[in-house]
């Protein structure tokens, strides 16, 4: 199975210049190229006779080198494939959206995401440096694992540069045998069916108010100024803080709960149906549900344990984990789970996690 593998890079001030130029160069290709689609989908809308054929990424490059690059030199600064990916990602998400699986994709802001792939000679030197087309030898913070990949990405969050690629690894063969509920909520991360409670990060709520006078100081700054600048980038390295502090809770439970388990069940939660409810999107967002399946998905892959999603309109809070008998309503304010059957009284998040855990047994 492929792996991710992120990493800060150590620049100088030529070769930061030189990742943002690449990064220019990347957006005005994606830009150009988006601009371009959506005329030629305009046209066949309003000329059903005389339609174009919609363009291919690499028909989009050869445009791009016709008709762009004579005006524009500055591309030859920087890697061809800067652009080239560019397109081709321009391309992935016209296909998605064509089927519907995403929206249309949107024109790209500077300073907001930047980002570029390159892809070549790309080479390892031993220790913490790498070397890739256009740019050089570029180091890294800590040791690289000596692979060979086709391409890498660079990304930009806040002040710093990051270096990412994908390389293969071999699955490992779990040998444990025990299953685990787990209840993901907003008061408790997630609650297993063994009795342990693991408590989220919380990290927006407790920034939130310095974040929310960053942002006021941002707004009465005069638009475009040095301190203006200044802010944006304090203000780009507090979300940076609060996301990487809501990614190490995340990455911890989920580590712990695909190593020390044979098999989780967790629910299909709907996320984006949750988020509607405003009083409390915040929270859910702050816990980070997707992400915590994102990353309980590659990692019962890589350390052979097994995942199993229960449909989310299975009635786990309102089934009794003793009796089984369900119930007809259930508030949200109700926090513990009182059976009038057999008089059970359990916590609410855990009788649901002992339910999810009996659904394989």
């Known amino acids: 199975m492929l792996l991710g593998f992120k990493t800060e890079l150590k620049l100088n001030n030529t070769q930061r210049t030189q990742l943002l130029q690449h990064c220019g160069v990347s957006r005005h290709a994606w830009n150009w190229g988006l601009a371009l689609t959506k005329q030629i989908l305009d046209h066949n809308q309003f000329n059903p006779t005389k339609k174009i054929r919609f363009p291919s990424a690499i028909d989009l490059h050869k445009w791009l080198v016709v008709l762009v690059k004579p005006e524009c030199p500055w591309y030859y600064e920087c890697s061809k494939s800067s652009p080239q990916e560019a397109l081709r990602s321009l391309r992935t998400a016209w296909d998605r959206c064509f089927k519907k699986i ?5 024109f790209k802001k500077k300073g907001l ?5 390159l892809e070549g000679v790309i080479k390892f030197i031993a220790g913490n440096k790498i070397q890739v087309p256009k740019i050089g030898i570029l180091k890294t913070y800590e040791r690289l694992p000596q692979l060979k990949p086709k391409s890498v990405s660079i990304s930009r969050q806040a002040n710093r540069w990051f270096i990412s690629f994908r390389f293969d690894v071999e699955q490992q063969e779990s040998r ?3 299953i685990v509920g787990v209840d993901l ?3 408790v991360l997630a609650t297993l069916s063994t009795g342990e409670a693991f408590i989220g990060a919380k990290s927006y709520k407790s920034f939130e108010a310095k974040l929310s ?4 100081l941002h707004r009465h700054k005069v638009k475009g100024s040095a301190n203006w600048k200044k802010a944006q980038i304090e203000i780009a390295r507090l979300h940076r803080k609060i996301a990487n502090i809501r990614k190490d809770t995340l990455h911890k439970l989920t580590t712990l709960l695909a190593k020390n388990h044979g098999t989780i069940v967790i629910e299909d939660l709907n996320v984006s ?7 409390l999107s915040k929270a859910i967002t702050d816990m980070g549900f997707f992400e915590f399946r994102r990353q309980l998905n590659y990692k019962c892959e890589l350390y052979g344990s097994k995942l199993v999603v229960v449909d989310r309109w299975f009635p786990s809070s309102k089934t009794c984990s003793n009796c089984g008998i369900k119930k007809e309503r259930l508030s949200l304010s109700e926090r513990v789970f009182n059976c009038e059957h057999c008089g059970k009284v359990i916590d609410r998040d855990l009788n649901a996690a002992l339910i999810l855990s009996k659904v394989v047994s």
């Open 185 to 187: 909520g907003v008061k």
């Open 176 to 178: 444990k045998t025990t």
């Open 113 to 117: 995401r930047d980002h570029f792939t």
């Open 213 to 216: 006078r960053m942002q006021w």
């Open 273 to 279: 149906g949750l988020m509607a409810n405003h009083k």
């Open 102 to 106: 995403s929206l249309a994709p949107n």
